[in-house]
């Protein structure tokens, strides 16, 4: 079945420091590819998405390329800022099964000024 | 209103009680879900609807209840919950079911079955 892999957390950066995320995927076609975020007290929102190959979703100074040949949507953000400390969310979307997202278990980042 | 709204947030039951969750989604959407997210846990599916169509039942246990009366309501009832079963519960709605649409979440309800 379907599956999403996610970095471990917690993970603690320092104001400005450059962050990365890794997410590997299985399933089966081409499926969408999502990162979300929750803040604390909050549901899930969207931060980026991907939906073919070779794309990149980008959206509040974060990036994501869609890595077929690697199976892997990468988060990264140049400079982390304390208002980024949330809970980061990978999941994909296959198009054989649209109504059943597959989510990570969610990585925290928590940002030190 | 915009987005997803839910209520109650924050409920508190024991385990003979029944209660129930609404959802209300302001997006003009066709396709709305539940999800039970638990400490140190995945997020769960429980629920898929799509034009009020029940589309997905993800081996959820009798004691949970969906009911969607139209496209912009969902609702979760509750009944005989153990405590195991608290959580914070999430609703969301998206367009349709297309791989590539996006889901907006509500806030969430969070559960605590005494």
């Known amino acids: 079945g379907d599956s999403v892999t996610q970095m471990e957390g917690p993970v603690t950066l320092s104001e400005e420091a450059f962050l990365t995320i890794n997410c590997t995927y299985t399933?089966?076609?081409?499926?969408?590819l999502f990162w979300y975020v929750q803040y604390p007290g909050e549901g899930l929102q969207l931060l980026l998405k991907a939906t073919k190959a070779d794309d990149k979703g980008s959206n509040k100074g974060f990036e994501a390329t869609y890595r077929k040949e690697t199976t892997s949507f990468h988060l990264e953000k140049g400079s982390v800022q304390v208002s980024d400390s949330a809970v980061y969310f990978c999941a994909l979307s296959a198009r054989t099964n649209a109504g059943k997202s597959t989510f990570g278990d969610g990585t925290t980042l928590t940002v030190k000024p | 209103e915009t987005g997803v709204t839910q209520t109650p947030r924050h409920l508190v039951m024991g385990m003979t009680n029944k209660k129930s969750l609404k959802c209300e989604q302001h997006?003009?959407?066709?396709?709305m879900y539940w999800y039970k997210q638990s400490a140190k846990k995945p997020l769960e599916l429980m629920f898929v609807?799509?034009?009020?169509?029940?589309?997905e039942n993800n081996s959820v246990p009798s004691r949970f209840s969906p009911e969607c009366p139209n496209s912009s309501h969902l609702f979760l009832h509750l009944h005989t919950l153990q405590p195991e079963d608290s959580a914070l519960y999430l609703c969301?709605?998206?367009?349709?079911?297309?791989?590539?649409?996006?889901?907006?979440f509500g806030p969430g309800t969070r559960l605590t079955v005494l």
């Open positions: 399933a089966t076609g081409y499926p969408s």
């Open positions: 609807y799509s034009l009020e169509e029940r589309v």
């Open positions: 997006l003009g959407h066709n396709a």
């Open positions: 969301a709605s998206s367009q349709d079911l297309q791989a590539t649409d996006t889901q907006y």
